[in-house]
């Protein structure tokens, strides 16, 4: 049985103080290379910019692409008010645009979310990959796999890790839920960065995780991603 982590280590907002400013700047370009930002909506300052949860999302798959439940707009209704769709803008919008939605603001997300893991990947990729872990950077299986598959490395990594908490070990485990033995590194961790294996406690930045494991708890070390995938 998994126990969801209880804090996201105070390390993200350390690290994302420097990614702050592209992780969530409001601004975004479109498949034609205009500015698709919401005209006259203020930009948001380093401080807010990056926001901490108390409690992330309960770890499943980082790399998960939640879509919206209820009746979705037709692939063959997915036009925008002017011009046409490519076909990969088509593809991310298929089943993902809840009707009544302008399908050009589902994808204009989808365009932000390529910039902000574009952007803080230049800065720090470790952040960038930390980021899509513990769902700072939401919605990025989709947008990476349609839109920027340039950034398909950020994505790989960030499938195999997990954040602080408390997890199972598990041979068979579904990424997120449960911890696959193997070598971690920590990603963007504190000088308070300690986690337990089983009954091995350390602070280095490097643990190996066991088969015979079967708890794995950390804190402080932010997220967490498996080396030799």
């Keep these: 049985m998994t126990h969801p982590p209880r804090r996201v280590a105070t390390a993200a907002a350390a690290v ?10 409001g601004c975004s370009s479109g498949s034609d290379g205009k500015d698709t930002a919401a ?3 203020p930009a948001p300052t380093a401080a807010t910019s990056a926001p901490v949860p108390d409690e ?9 692409d939640a879509v919206p439940s209820g009746p979705k707009v ?3 209704e997915l036009t925008p008010v002017t011009g046409s769709f490519t ?11 809840p009707k009544g939605t302008d399908p050009a603001a589902v994808l204009q997300l989808g365009q932000e979310t390529c910039d902000r893991i574009a952007r803080v ?3 720090d990729k470790d952040a960038a990959i930390g980021g899509i872990i ?23 990594a960030a499938a195999t890790g997990f954040a602080d908490g ?9 990424p997120g839920s449960v911890v696959v033995p193997g070598t971690y590194r920590a990603l963007t961790p504190t000088k308070d960065c300690t986690w337990t294996a089983g009954t091995r406690t350390g602070t280095a930045h490097k643990v190996t995780i066991t088969a015979a494991t079967k708890t794995f708890d950390s804190r402080g070390c932010f997220a967490w991603a498996r080396e030799g995938r």
């Design 87 to 97: 076909k990969k803008e088509k593809d991310y919008l298929s089943g993902r645009v």
């Design 166 to 174: 408390s997890y199972a070990v598990g041979a068979k485990a579904k």
């Design 134 to 156: 513990t769902g700072q950077i939401g919605g990025a299986k989709g947008a990476v796999t349609h839109l920027c598959p340039d950034q398909e490395d950020v994505l790989a």
């Design 121 to 123: 990947a230049e800065v």
């Design 56 to 64: 992330p999302a309960t770890p499943t798959d980082p790399a998960s």
């Design 74 to 76: 037709p692939e063959d």
């Design 16 to 25: 994302l103080v420097t990614a702050a400013a592209v992780l969530l700047t």
């Design 39 to 41: 005209k006259g909506a």
